[in-house]
């Protein structure tokens, strides 16, 4: 198994930026994929960004060339750069791991707070 630890959350003001980490531990060769999601209250939870193991990324549309998923592989460190952030964006992010076996791997999460 995996396990993931984010950090990095907090309170901003509308147009700030802010870096989440989400440090891995475990079994890291079963990660096929890591990423970052987010769920505010009474909403789904749901997709910001996404890289594979291979460097591939994925972004939700409303990301809008706003944040940028990397990596840190030495690190075993995924970071989530959010840039030109909105209230709408106030929500806990949550980092994944997607691991051989269909196994998923949840972090606690992180709150944002974005102000207007």
């Known amino acids: 198994q995996v396990q993931l630890v984010e950090s990095g959350g907090g309170l901003v003001q509308a147009g700030g930026s802010l870096r989440l980490s989400c440090a891995a531990s475990?079994?890291?060769?079963?990660?096929?994929?890591m990423g970052w999601y987010r769920q505010a209250p009474g909403k789904q939870r749901e997709l910001v960004a996404e890289?594979?193991?291979?460097?591939?990324?994925n972004y939700a549309n409303f990301v809008n060339g706003r944040f940028t998923i990397s990596r840190a592989s030495a690190e075993n460190t995924v970071y989530l750069q959010m840039n030109s952030l909105k209230s709408e964006d106030t929500a806990v992010y949550y980092c994944?791991?997607?691991?051989?076996?269909?196994?998923?791997?949840w972090g606690q999460g992180t709150q944002v707070t974005v102000s207007s």
């Open positions: 994944n791991a997607d691991l051989i076996l269909d196994i998923t791997s």
């Open positions: 475990g079994s890291i060769a079963m990660i096929k994929a």
């Open positions: 890289i594979t193991r291979g460097g591939i990324t």
